[in-house]
């Protein structure tokens, strides 16, 4: 909503300038976005009168203009086709200044002497599309007689600033003029004067008969008929107020519609009554499928929900949306049908949004408008088509339905509204803060019973009035308190969400950065580093790469990695904490599962000037989460099966990771064939389920006595087929030990010269105690013998 | 008695000792002097052409020179060490300014360091944190925070929807409406819902589809705004500076009322005006209110015992706004040119005011 200063004085007189105008508009609840100042960059612009014009000698499309700027005459050149003597026009005179930093010097077109330049209203900081038809391609004419050499602002109602009103949905109330002139009393006090409606009514009573077929589509309809207007240009300061509301100009009747609208919040409809097809309005839902062609000339298929008004036959309207072809004010109208009425808000809401229609009108509608309103605008638009189209009022109205324009009545109390807001208001003060608002307060004893009238009915409840109060009265006024709890109770993290923050901050302590990636993706990656082949679909996605939810952490880390590395960063290791979404069919709630996802990829810890570095590889990617189960203490609980099968990974250098007997994550390097799709060198991913992780509870840390004897290793040495996992080694050993094995620690692995080729060998240190006593070699033999038992059984050859 | 073959003898020992250079030669000396067949034993064996009276002298006179030789060639080891510890620093000593063995650290994400921070301050005053569902129902996202399906306020936000009744939660206020249905309008609730929302928006510098809200939410039976704002004030002062002051302003909000738009103070130019602050002064950072009473009454609260009030922030804006980033779209992208920038931690003093 736009409100112009010049017109809001039209309804409350203005004594303040207009920034502590909006200021206060703003900080009472209605944030002005902007304020358009058309007086900004304009400078030494007046009235001239053009004496004479003449065509310039050496140029078809220049005439040469004898303008009267009031203390001198003035030979300005001027291009535009509309120019003719003995008109009013706007001069910007030598030394002035336009919007758009335009300077006007005295210059010399194709040999003759301008001094100054006529103004089209574009020049003068009107937007294009809100210049009316008649002077879109040419200056501006006054259409009547003005003071030559006056200043022009004020001449064509400019001399004005214009807020933005940023309105929240539920202040439908000042989408109106009348509605800020009653926002400005409540913040400044003063008196909102009403327009004028005297119109006289002529001896021919209103001939057009209204029923509403369904009240539950449209509460109330009221209609009145003016006739023999005479179609023309509205007068100019209707003209500009519409222009500077954001609202181009047509012809007077439409104006009128228009301007009404902005005055009241009321949108009116004109029809030409002797288009109508009928002398009767029936307002109905639509027909399912039912056609109508509206004033765009499209044809529309309409719905149940639709509401339509019609002649009794077919609609002439799709109700506060659009009109329909036939009916519409055209040049030729003679005679107009002024509808007033109150639709059904979510219809409109429906209808508009479904065909893409929203409108000044609509926008109104859809919030519902005041009762209290319906009949003034009526009452408005005969008044000023009487006035400013020449027309003659039919006498009486013709209407169904009921307006609700008593109001209601909201009860409170001084305490509640005290205690709601944290002070100590007196009862008296909270009367006055209403009677701003225009609201009555009838008191008993801290009883409060508060009259609402319609164009408020966003109050409801006694929390609006409490909100109204700390509103007008102003927040700066609110005291500072804290809560005072029943029950005190400690802040703290829960376990889970403690040991994830331990989990981040071990990561990045070891190098790796947090990312943070877009839950939605693209089908295609959305069924990779997964076995699920679908993820849940978006009905409306904005692009093809945003259309699905994540199954996996991955293929957005990838990205990341492809994206730095084209940035000359060829080492890079991050990681995400992020939520994976599991699909049970797209009509439910998917289940959310919290991931652990990174990615390492180049050299991590360079010194290269000391030639050492750790390889961002398989086993650094293992060794960064062995840390985090090992900070989780479930690193005894871990194990790591070779997997094949995810077309993303390498065959042979992907784990599934196992907590237990749980599969909660893989980790591995990508495939070569995805790394060169990519464009990838060597990288390493993994994902673990953080859920199943965090669930494991583990209690307080069990302190051991340390030990008093010494410990004692034996070192040893086997021959086993390559293709055996060092884990296969550990486990029989840890299994042939009866006791006091407390280490098995694998130092070396082998395979090259002296080896057979299919085989490697692994040297591995067992490391005995005895808690209780001293052991000796005999005891440790008594143990270490069964081992190398064991292995050899299972056909693993020991080397001396 | 004859005592000039020891006198030769320590002048002999003084010469050899003189051209010893390394520790070997001077056990060689040693040997020469002190050992079995060395000269100083050598001289004990003349003792039995001594007469009974003077051998107690000659031996003490032995065993003398034994000493001092003893003693100087301690000396001179002491001092051939003391060389050769000086010949290896010299040899040992490194260029310090050379780069030390590196351990990368990796860096927080900016979004997550403004998250813990809010975090922090909200656990101190006892508060819980809550999460939620990303995926959230119609009912909770919408209808259950006093917004029914016609309501006009729901163009406010153009949702991601996955069904009917199925779309990606545009705020993190679900939260609240869950929370507070599962206390069953009994207890009270202090909470903060931090996570990620979700809505139909086309990305630009200012515009994410996706980003993050923090919520809270305080649920007692004597709960006014003025507790709102004191809390805010202090979060303000807390996050932003000792200094700052906070303003409010009417706004709307379905799911509270009163509802209020919460100003600070800027904090980059102390509320004089400048670029952040579109030269107000003040800078837009929180949307809140008392919670409505038909949010309570749908969780099963008696809105005439308990009320509550509730705020909205989102630290992605807050970290724009912080550390001057000018494109939401960092946030997003993960270039580790920008996500490395936030490694160091961070205090309330003033950049290098003590150093």
């Known amino acids: 909503m736009r409100v112009s200063k010049e017109w809001l004085n039209d309804f409350i007189e203005i004594k303040t300038d207009i920034n502590e105008l909006s200021e206060k508009i703003t900080r009472g609840g209605i944030e002005v976005d902007d304020i358009i100042d058309y007086t900004a960059d304009i400078k030494k612009l007046v009235v001239g009168y053009v004496e004479e014009v003449s065509q310039h000698p050496n140029a078809d499309k220049l005439n040469i203009c004898r303008v009267n700027t009031g203390e001198e005459v003035k030979q300005i050149v001027c291009g535009a086709e509309n120019v003719r003597a003995d008109t009013y026009v706007i001069v910007c005179q030598v030394g002035g200044r336009l919007p758009g930093g335009i300077k006007i010097k005295k210059a010399k077109l194709r040999g003759e002497v301008s001094e100054g330049m006529i103004c089209s209203l574009d020049e003068i900081g009107i937007p294009g599309e809100y210049v009316p038809k008649e002077y879109q391609d040419g200056i501006f004419i006054f259409q009547d007689e003005q003071e030559a050499g006056a200043d022009a602002l004020p001449a064509v109602y400019l001399d004005d600033q214009v807020m933005e009103f940023d309105l929240t949905p539920n202040r439908k109330d000042a989408l109106s003029m009348i509605g800020a002139a009653y926002e400005t009393k409540a913040l400044f006090g003063g008196a909102v004067k009403r327009p004028d409606v005297g119109f006289v009514e002529v001896d021919d009573p209103v001939d057009v008969t209204v029923v509403n077929a369904d009240s539950e589509a449209v509460p109330y309809y009221s209609l009145r008929v003016v006739k023999d207007v005479k179609i023309g240009p509205a007068p100019t300061w209707m003209q500009i107020r519409l222009i500077k509301a954001g609202i181009r100009p047509i012809n007077n009747v439409v104006d009128i519609s228009n301007y009404v609208l902005l005055e009241y919040g009321q949108p009116l409809h004109m029809f030409d009554y002797d288009q109508i097809g009928s002398s009767e309005i029936v307002t109905r839902f639509a027909e399912e499928g039912e056609k109508m062609t509206t004033l765009d000339d499209k044809e529309r298929s309409l719905k149940s929900s639709d509401v339509v008004i019609t002649n009794g036959k077919e609609p002439i309207a799709l109700a506060g949306v659009m009109g329909g072809d036939f009916s519409e004010v055209t040049d030729e109208t003679k005679n107009v049908v002024i509808e007033s009425a109150a639709f059904n808000p979510v219809s409109i809401r429906k209808t508009s949004g479904r065909l893409n229609l929203r409108s000044e009108a609509s926008s109104r509608f859809e919030k519902g408008v005041s009762h209290e309103f319906v009949l003034p605008a009526l009452e408005r638009a005969a008044y000023l088509l009487e006035k400013y189209a020449g027309g003659k009022v039919s006498s009486g109205y013709n209407a169904d339905g009921e307006l609700d324009t008593s109001g209601s009545v909201i009860k409170t109390s001084r305490d509640f509204i005290n205690n709601r807001l944290g002070m100590t208001l007196e009862t008296a003060e909270i009367e006055e803060t209403l009677s701003k608002l225009g609201l009555e307060t009838t008191v008993n004893e801290d009883e409060l019973e508060i009259n609402i009238p319609s164009r408020r009915d966003d109050l409801q409840i006694a929390e609006d009035i409490t909100e109204e109060v700390a509103r007008i009265y102003g927040y700066d006024a609110l005291p500072t308190s804290l809560p005072r709890f029943e029950n005190i109770t400690p802040g703290k993290l829960t376990d889970e969400q403690s040991k994830l923050r331990i989990i981040r901050h071990q990561l990045e302590a070891l190098g790796l950065s947090q990312s943070i990636n877009y839950a939605l993706t693209s089908k295609e990656k959305a069924a990779q580093f997964t076995d699920r082949t679908e993820g849940l679909k978006l009905l409306m996605p904005m692009s093809e790469d945003r259309a699905v939810l994540r199954n996996s952490l991955i293929p957005h880390l990838v990205d990341n990695v492809v994206y730095n590395n084209s940035r000359q960063q060829k080492d890079v290791q991050l990681f995400e904490v992020g939520r994976i979404f599991i699909s049970k069919g797209q009509d439910t709630q998917p289940d959310e599962v919290e991931k652990l996802g990174g990615i390492i990829t180049g050299q991590m810890n360079r010194t290269d000037w000391l030639g050492s570095h750790v390889p961002a590889d398989f086993y650094a990617a293992k060794g960064i989460l062995d840390s985090v189960f090992e900070k989780l203490g479930i690193l005894d609980n871990i194990n790591y099966i070779p997997v094949e099968g995810y077309p993303e990974m390498h065959p042979g250098r992907t784990a599934e990771i196992a907590l237990g007997e749980s599969r909660v994550g893989f980790v591995g390097e990508l495939h070569p064939k995805y790394e060169k799709d990519h464009d990838l060198n060597q990288t390493v991913v993994f994902e673990v389920n953080l859920d199943e992780l965090l669930d494991v509870k583990l209690g307080s840390i069990e302190y051991e006595v340390l030990p008093k004897y010494p410990s004692i290793s034996r070192d040893i040495a086997l021959v086993a087929g390559r293709d055996v996992p060092v884990s296969t080694l550990v486990d029989i050993i840890e299994g042939a030990a009866k006791k006091y094995l407390v280490d098995v620690y694998v130092f070396d692995v082998y395979d090259g010269e002296h080896i057979e080729d299919d085989k490697k060998s692994v040297a591995i240190r067992l490391t005995y105690l005895n808690k209780e006593e001293t052991l000796t070699d005999e005891a440790v033999e008594d143990i270490h013998q069964p081992v190398l038992e064991a292995l050899k059984v299972e056909g693993f050859v020991l080397r001396g | 008695m004859d005592t000039s073959g020891m006198s030769q003898i320590l002048e002999e020992f003084k010469a050899s000792l ?280 749908m969780a099963g609260y008696d809105s005439r015992e308990y009320s509550g009030f509730a705020f909205g922030m989102g630290p992605d804006r807050v970290a724009m706004l912080k550390y001057g980033i000018e494109d939401i779209r960092h946030l997003y992208t993960n270039d580790l040119r920008f996500i490395n920038q936030f490694k160091q931690t961070e205090d309330g003093g003033e950049r290098n005011e003590s150093l």
């Open chain 2, 18 to 297: 003189e051209t010893v250079e390394d520790s070997r030669s001077l056990q060689d000396l040693k040997v020469q002097y002190l050992g079995k067949k060395g000269k100083v034993t050598g001289l004990m064996k003349e003792m039995k052409n001594l007469s009974k009276e003077e051998r107690p002298e000659y031996g003490q006179k032995v065993n003398e020179l034994r000493e001092s030789i003893d003693s100087m060639i301690n000396e001179k080891s002491e001092a051939l060490e003391a060389a050769a510890l000086e010949e290896r620093l010299a040899n040992e000593t490194l260029d310090v300014t050379l780069p030390g063995r590196k351990f990368n650290i990796g860096s927080q994400h900016p979004i997550s360091r403004i998250i813990e921070d809010i975090e922090d301050f909200f656990l101190g005053l006892g508060y819980e944190i809550q999460e939620g569902y990303e995926v959230e129902t119609d009912y909770y996202n919408f209808e259950a925070l006093n917004l029914p399906k016609s309501h006009p306020a729901r163009d406010m936000q153009d949702s991601f929807y996955i069904s009917e009744e199925i779309l990606l939660r545009t705020h993190t206020s679900p939260v609240q409406a869950r929370v507070l249905e599962e206390r069953e309008g009994k207890e009270a609730v202090k909470i903060i819902c931090p996570g990620k929302v979700y809505r139909r928006d086309s990305d630009d510098a200012t515009h994410s589809h996706q980003f993050t809200q923090i919520e809270g939410l305080v649920i007692d039976k004597n709960i006014h705004m003025s507790d709102l704002k004191g809390t805010l004030e202090l979060f303000a002062k807390e996050i932003f500076g000792s200094e700052r002051e906070i303003r409010l302003r009417p706004s709307f909000f379905p799911f509270t009322e009163p509802s209020v738009e919460v100003d600070i103070s800027c904090f980059k130019c102390k509320g004089k005006g400048c670029n952040v602050c579109k030269n107000s002064g003040w800078i837009e950072i929180l949307g809140a209110g008392m919670v409505h009473p038909n949010v309570l009454e």
